[in-house]
């Protein structure tokens, strides 16, 4: 994924599957850039950052012009043209979204999470996540973080950007004033909102297309929104890993893989 400083070719294939799995963040990475002149802090993952390029244009565009739109997300979009911009990203072109709706990028968004031909929560944790909904408190938030870790570093980086998104339009969904006395219109998505409209399409039992109608029930379909308003209120906590575990993560590599030990202090 993008190396530009040594070879990943140069350690064993068993090193490099470790590289790979390897998700070690810094608390800098999970806050947006505040400006061109900001100095990018590595971190200790040699990955880089694996969002597919619709989920951070969608976001980006929302981001910028749809924070203070009234029901995003649950006003009816143009299927006609939403299709179309499904067509264009499915043949790899350079899509600009800047003239387009923001309900037209928001479904465009939900429909790609819904269609993913595995879910942005892999199917095999579904269980897992859904057990998490009874617990309370830090029980309930340290379980959730053990679950992230497991992830796929594509599935992690995407659900990380996108809970980043939805604390972003659920911090607008009140009406607020500017700084100059004006009235600015809350978008009314609070966070219990954006998990009942999401948790289908990140939490999937089924395949798309194998869920028949009303096979998710309604306690299932409760924790889902559960867990995601966790997974949104806390995300910032729950994709930091703390130092003492990354130190214990490294002492343990020295002793049995020092190989990476050596590529991930070179590449820091």
Do not use: W
Not at 45 to 70: D, F, M, W, Y
Not at 83 to 91: A, G, H, P, V
Not at 228 to 255: K, Y
């Amino acid at each position: 994924g993008a190396m530009s400083v040594d070879s990943i070719a140069e350690l064993s294939d068993n090193a490099s599957k470790l590289l790979e799995a390897l998700q070690l963040s810094h608390p800098h990475e999970l806050d947006p850039p505040r400006g061109l002149g900001k100095k990018k802090v590595l971190s200790l993952n040699p990955i880089s950052r694996q969002v597919p390029r619709i989920v951070e244009k969608c976001c980006r565009h929302i981001e910028a012009h749809g924070l203070q739109t009234v029901g995003i997300f649950r006003v009816g979009s143009s299927k006609k043209r939403v299709q179309q911009l499904r067509e264009e990203f499915d043949r790899g072109l350079d899509v600009f979204l800047d003239e387009q709706s923001v309900h037209d990028v928001a479904a465009l968004l939900k429909e790609f999470l819904r269609d993913m031909p595995d879910s942005l929560i892999p199917r095999e944790l579904y269980a897992a996540f859904l057990s998490t909904a009874p617990m309370e408190g830090p029980a309930q938030l340290a379980a959730l973080q053990l679950l992230l870790f497991l992830l796929p570093p594509c599935h992690s980086d995407t659900l990380q950007r996108l809970l980043r998104f939805l604390g972003e339009v659920a911090r607008h969904a009140q009406r607020s004033r500017g700084p100059d006395g004006r009235e600015i219109p809350g978008n009314k998505m609070t966070v219990s909102n954006l998990a009942t409209v999401f948790g289908p399409n990140i939490l999937q039992k089924e395949k798309p297309g194998e869920k028949e109608a009303g096979a998710t029930d309604f306690e299932d379909s409760a924790a889902v929104i559960l867990v995601l308003q966790r997974l949104i209120e806390h995300h910032q906590t729950l994709f930091t890993v703390s130092p003492e575990m990354q130190r214990d993560v490294l002492r343990r590599l020295f002793q049995t893989d020092p190989d990476v030990i050596e590529y991930l202090l070179r590449r820091k």
